[in-house]
């Protein structure tokens, strides 16, 4: 459908007013607008308080700490059930409230300079800030809202400006916010509330896995939203597509009312039939699996039918810490995954940290072209006790669990050979104090390098499995950073050199008798899907959410049909030429699914 964009003020006709933003989470809402009031918490006086009221100064900074940790106490005591989940977020708040940048460098600064506590805090955060943002992980960035959504409510217990109550919100809206921190989403009345949208936030912030796995339909990022709608507009949102229609006209209203009942028809269904096996109609059978950063995911994973773990990135426990973690605390988060999961495999990937993500403990040395830099499996074989430590920490786990290990950034032979040895190091240290640990764990390499790709025939005789980066694997391959928005249209997953590369990852795999999976984003898209099947790729990894509409999309067709086509696709030229052929091809298959990204035009 053209929603079109029609301006046209006149009295009688719809603005039909398009803003494009983040999709936070999928679902369509129409309803009226409900925009929350928020105290100005940006502006903030700077004033000095005179060497004697430094004492008091602080007083009052740790009284406004302690009335915002006992706001946060009773939003979590007073939960209510379908929010249960999401507690660990609010949790995490309660600790960032005694977060030593925060609230120890809030102190120092009304000590030192003599300021009030409401600069010394504003500059505290404009610190933290300034940390976070030289992090290269979107995920990482996002935790820097966390830290945001805390200071406010110092902020506000130290001026005294109120805010809208959520948990007062009675009437059947759509929300919009500049912000909205976890806190406030989840004193959201399911009932009530249709859907919200922000100014502020990211797929990745806290506030929008709320809002997935609360299933309210949400879009973030918006930017001037609060300034373009006002309470008692009409709205459409769009979560999937990241839109929001202001004033629709007729023909927008009646196709996002037919979108609304097709999405929901296809909730249902994904819900009921998420537990079942990926398997295509001819009964090809695949391993659908999820990428997690942090254990509280796992619960995700199993709710969302995931047959295991097929990346687990480690970094999280680095970059968050004042030291480097030690073996033990490693060990105890690595138990978790392992016990809630088994007997499923859990793939823990090793540190990928290097380049500008570098955690506290870890000394960095200027580089000009991080992503090019010491980063990954080169970063760990620089030093060698810090991947030791984690080595040994995986080892462990792997005796209470199914666990396999697995190479970032591989790029040469070489690479793969001196990380087995600094492996054996690390069991052999272990067999003389008698630790358990499993010596027969499961060793993988990331593909997601080029080289790695060219020499995958001659790496496939040194490892257990392949798992294909295509993250990395297109940023390296058609030279664009991954994060830099002027180039992402270049970042194409169907571009003719990828899937070559990618094809013949799989096919040196299988050859040299092991499994290859993916699990770059290109795995949870499920147009891609019917390529992936043809190529025989054995495990998808994906974010949890993506699991049941990919497996939805393998259920759906039979391997034979997509036999064919990889031939047909790999003869093409362009990206745009294998986008029509899947059209042409699985069209109604992907009309089918009803959250399913369109193929790029
Ligand atoms: C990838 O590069 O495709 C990948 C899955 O790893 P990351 O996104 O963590 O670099
Ligand atoms: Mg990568």
């Not at 299933?215 to 001037?224: D, F, N, Q, T, W």
């Not at 009312?257 to 695949?286: C, Q, W």
């Not at 659908?288 to 995700?300: C, F, G, K, R, T």
């Not at 991947?387 to 005796?399: D, G, N, V």
Request: charged share 25%; glycine share 6%; net charge negative.
């Amino acid at each position: 459908m053209d929603l079109g964009n029609n301006n046209n003020m006149s009295h009688e006709k719809s603005k039909n007013i398009i803003l494009k933003g983040i999709g936070g989470a999928p679902g369509i809402a129409i309803g009226k607008a409900y925009l929350v009031e928020r105290g100005n918490v940006d502006i903030v006086d700077k004033y000095y308080i005179g060497k004697e009221w430094v004492q008091a100064e602080v007083e009052r900074f740790k009284d406004a700490v302690n009335n915002s940790t006992k706001e946060l106490l009773k939003i979590i005591e007073e939960l209510p059930e379908e929010y249960r989940e999401n507690a660990y977020i609010l949790d995490a708040h309660l600790m960032l409230l005694k977060d030593k940048m925060i609230h120890q460098g809030t102190i120092e600064r009304i000590e030192q300079e003599q300021i009030n506590s409401e600069w010394a805090l504003k500059k505290s955060v404009e610190h933290v800030k300034e940390v976070f943002s030289k992090m290269s992980t979107p995920y990482l960035k996002e935790r820097l809202n966390d830290i945001v959504h805390v200071s406010e409510r110092i902020l506000r217990n130290l001026t005294g400006h109120s805010t809208d109550d959520i948990s007062d919100i009675n009437k059947r809206v759509i929300l919009v916010a500049h912000d909205l921190s976890p806190a406030e989403t989840t004193q959201i009345q399911l009932e009530r509330v249709k859907g919200f949208i922000t100014d502020l936030g990211g797929r990745t912030s806290h506030t929008a896995i709320i809002a997935r796995s609360l299933e309210i339909p949400a879009v973030l990022g918006l930017e001037r939203a609060t300034h373009q709608i006002t309470t008692g507009d009409l709205l459409i949102i769009d979560g999937m597509r990241g839109l929001v229609i202001i004033d629709p006209n007729e023909e927008a209203l009646t196709y996002y009312h037919n979108e609304k009942g097709r999405f929901e028809a296809y909730e249902a269904m994904v819900a009921r039939s998420s537990h079942l096996p990926a398997e295509t109609i001819d009964g090809y059978r695949v391993r659908v699996m999820a990428n997690i950063e942090m254990v509280e995911e796992v619960v995700s994973v199993l709710d969302h039918g995931g047959e295991g773990i097929g990346l687990y990135r480690t970094e999280y426990l680095y970059l968050n810490k004042k030291s480097l973690p030690t073996e033990q605390e490693l060990f105890e988060s690595y138990r978790e995954i392992a016990e809630i999961m088994n007997p499923r495999p859990v793939t823990i990937r090793t540190l990928d940290i290097g380049g500008d993500k570098f955690g506290n403990g870890i000394e960095r040395g200027h580089e000009v072209n991080p992503a090019l830099g010491l980063r990954a499996i080169r970063f760990c074989l620089k030093e060698p006790e810090i991947f030791k430590t984690q080595l040994r920490a995986i080892l462990r786990a792997a005796a209470l669990g199914n666990i396999r290990i697995m190479f970032p950034m591989i790029s040469s032979v070489e690479e793969v050979i001196a990380a087995k040895q600094i492996l054996s190091d690390a069991c052999e240290s272990l067999d003389r104090e008698g630790t358990p640990f499993n010596k027969d764990i499961d060793i993988g390499i990331m593909v997601e390098v080029p080289s790695a790709a060219v020499l995958s025939d001659l790496l496939a005789r040194e490892v257990d499995f392949f798992s294909i980066g295509t993250n990395d694997l297109i940023q390296y391959s058609i030279a664009i950073d991954r994060g830099n928005e002027h180039v992402a249209h270049l970042y194409q997953p169907l571009h003719p050199a990828i899937l070559r590369m990618v094809k013949s990852v799989v096919a040196a795999g299988h050859s040299a008798g092991i499994k290859v999976s993916i699990c770059g984003e290109m795995a949870c898209s499920p147009p891609y899907v019917p390529i992936l099947l043809a190529m025989e790729m054995d495990e998808l990894s994906m974010n949890p959410i993506s699991i049941p509409q990919v497996k939805k999309m393998i259920r759906s067709v039979s391997l034979s049909d997509c036999k064919p086509l990889i031939k047909e696709v790999m003869k093409q030229r362009t990206a745009q030429d294998i986008v029509n052929i899947l059209q042409d091809t699985f069209g109604e298959q992907f009309q089918d699914i009803a959250s399913c990204e369109p193929l790029p035009d």
